[in-house]
């Protein structure tokens, strides 16, 4: 139901734009948000946006670097990444949810499948 693309190999200070298309369902009226897991690590969070699109949130480490938007018709939410360090290199993940802190993992409803970005030095 939620389909993120995008992923790719690119050298530090590149950019990449991942895409979450949603399908089978209507995602419009939830926050979404992007997540990521680097081998051996947890899943960290990255970006989120309420329903509206009015609202982002962003962890520390890509502020200023990455930006999350989702169009009019709410079907696709993307994230913009500049100036691509090697420490973000992970699977990235998109996500939906309904309630709680966009912060933690465990309160999203649903995962796309994830999109692998490898960010050469």
């Known amino acids: 139901q939620l389909q993120a693309s995008g992923g790719g190999l690119v050298q530090a200070g590149g950019s990449l734009r991942l895409s979450c298309a949603a399908s089978?369902?209507?995602?419009?009226?939830?926050?979404m948000g992007w997540f990521r897991q680097a081998p051996g690590k947890e899943r960290d969070f990255v970006a989120g946006i309420n329903w509206s699109g009015g609202s982002t949130y962003y962890a520390d480490s890509v502020k200023g670097r990455f930006t999350i938007s989702r169009d009019i018709a709410k079907t696709t939410v993307s994230l913009q990444m500049n100036s691509l360090k090697p420490e973000d290199t992970a699977v990235y993940y998109c996500?939906?949810?309904?309630?709680?802190?966009?912060?933690?993992?465990?309160?999203?409803?649903?995962w796309g499948q994830g999109t692998l970005v490898t960010v050469s030095s």
């Open positions: 996500a939906a949810r309904t309630s709680g802190s966009y912060y933690y993992w465990e309160n999203y409803d649903y």
């Open positions: 089978g369902r209507t995602f419009s009226s939830y926050a």
